[in-house]
């Protein structure tokens, strides 16, 4: 029941967040094919973005699904994940405006990487709620990629003073990296959860 | 319980879409109802995405009702789906602003491709998982009018570079088509859901 | 359940509308007070469309709730009730914008006229499919309010060409009077609802 | 039931309010990392701002949970708070702008005081529906913190006007306040709640 609220509130606000996204692609005035071209960063940008609120959310899910009771350090924890993720549609505009030059990539991996501190937070401090005999403790395992991306994000932001393709490309991979082992967590959930 | 989730995160998503929508519609300085003339494109373009965005969201409100369990294929199908959505207002407010010319209004039903592309993925990817036997795919039987607007809508968009408004009255076609079937689907459902 | 969804996209509709409103009170860029004075005729048409938001949502919330079971023409009438609410934020905007002068007054007008209209189809649509002996149809009685407000909305579009304030004066009347009426029909509601 | 609608609308309410304050935060159009310094006021305002619809969004979710049934009175109490918190966009972002300069600091904390007075209200209205006796009763006991932070407020606001970053300081150090009590009042809540 207050679980409910704490996933609809998420909810809502992940999905204002994938949406206002949008709003960085503003209507060209002129209506021929080329007035899209420079949009096109700010596309990839977009799409790049979208995918990781999705996977944010699609994990989100799994993990909550796992919680039995709500207290204030996991609604803390929760709202500071959501701070970060809110400041997704900044650093996304940023780095598709200016065509994904080295320090809007910079920082772009760097708001990735709090996300991604934010949300091991919010699942350590599940999990030392629910206790390590927990489902969300044997789902998680050894986590090696919630351990692994933030490492990944902090080489990219220092590659992307190198070359910032080098750090875009990094961010790609990660997204990649969780978009397949959840369906693995996802299996162990089935197998796992008689409801 | 976790569909719930998967309603709710999608009904955010709509929500917000269909009223991004709205901001197109640019306050006017002035206050004579000629500051409204130049809007009104803008206002019918809205009108017919605010019909489409309906349509989707209560075929996906009678879809999602059929599903029993979510998992992994069905979230990620989903998202495509609110992906293809999110540019909705983009497209809406660029055939809008530029009185339907040829590109606006063929993008704009090269988006309304996509989104029933990603809205057919969906269907397959629920009765895949619920059967071919299962309430959804008795209900969708031969789906005629699914495999029918992706081609009207490529047939919209070749024909907007011979005349703009050709497209468009096939776009409002379209939305015609998916009005009334709505109804016969429903009582199929009616008939068959015990609840 | 089906219901609680129809609930929810109306409830997220409703929010981000009466959010977006506030988006036309611009942040000037000076600092001092007298830079908030020319914002307080938006402040004002902010609150009036906040408080008729505010009826529409808990008079639907109320009128919901007697729903037993959805159908696609309380879908469809719905969203024709969440259209029309939709452009609140614009005739709002523009009312306030242009200091209640004449034309966007009118429109304002117009534009409840239609909200008003939607509401009693909605109501309509759902006492034909739920019974004229139902909880809904005894609540809304006679329903004098119902057919009062749009008499009063297009004197007030009339009157708004002789005077806008007089036309102004009547939108707060007609607020005053769903504000009341509310608490009557809730203790209807509650004497006879069980549950 | 009802309570649900209630609670998903405030969820929905705050969740865009939450969301369109990092609208303020303006994508800069340069690529280099001072193009962000004149963004750190608004990007400070904006965390303050978080906190505190943080802060009232986790009260209001353990206030709502002792309500067992919902009627007009609560509504309306409701949506004035609301209407309250619906300015925190314009007031963060003004005060952001301005470099926390005196009056847009004074304006912030007017509409703090405002907010805090409509919590107060709809606390006395769930109170008096509730019964002296009822959990939420007890939970707040002499609500010491209810009382002291308007007066806080109004000090604040007083002191904006000798040295604005006192003002701010209070602001800050109020959320403290209200960032710690939230765990006791929880407790209590684990304590008496049986479900």
């Known amino acids: 029941m207050e679980k409910n609220r704490l996933e609809a509130f998420s909810d809502g606000v992940i999905a204002i967040i994938i949406t206002i996204m949008v709003l960085e692609l503003k209507v060209p005035h002129g209506s021929t094919l080329s007035e899209l071209e420079p949009l096109l960063p700010v596309f990839l940008s977009y799409v790049l973005s979208f995918i990781y609120v999705g996977i944010y959310w699609n994990n ?37 405006e200016n065509h994904f030059t080295t320090m809007p990539t910079a920082v772009y991996g760097a708001v990735l990487f709090m996300a991604a501190i934010a949300y091991y937070i919010l699942q350590r401090v599940i999990i030392a709620h629910e206790g390590t005999d927990s489902l969300l403790a044997k789902a998680v395992g050894k986590d090696w990629k919630g351990k692994l991306s933030p490492l990944l ?43």
Chains 1, 2, 3, 4 share one sequence.
Do not use: C
Request: aromatic share 16%.
């Open 60 to 96: 989100h899910h799994h993990m909550l699904h796992t919680v039995r009771r709500v207290h204030g350090k996991i609604l803390w924890a929760n709202l500071h994940l959501l701070f970060w993720l809110s400041l997704f549609p900044f650093t996304t505009g940023w780095m598709g």
């Open 153 to 195: 994000y902090l080489t990219a932001i220092a590659l992307s003073f190198v070359n910032a393709w080098i750090a875009d490309a990094i961010y790609v991979a990660v997204a990649i990296l969780w978009f397949i082992p959840d369906r693995r967590i996802e299996q162990r959930f089935e197998t796992q959860t008689p409801s």
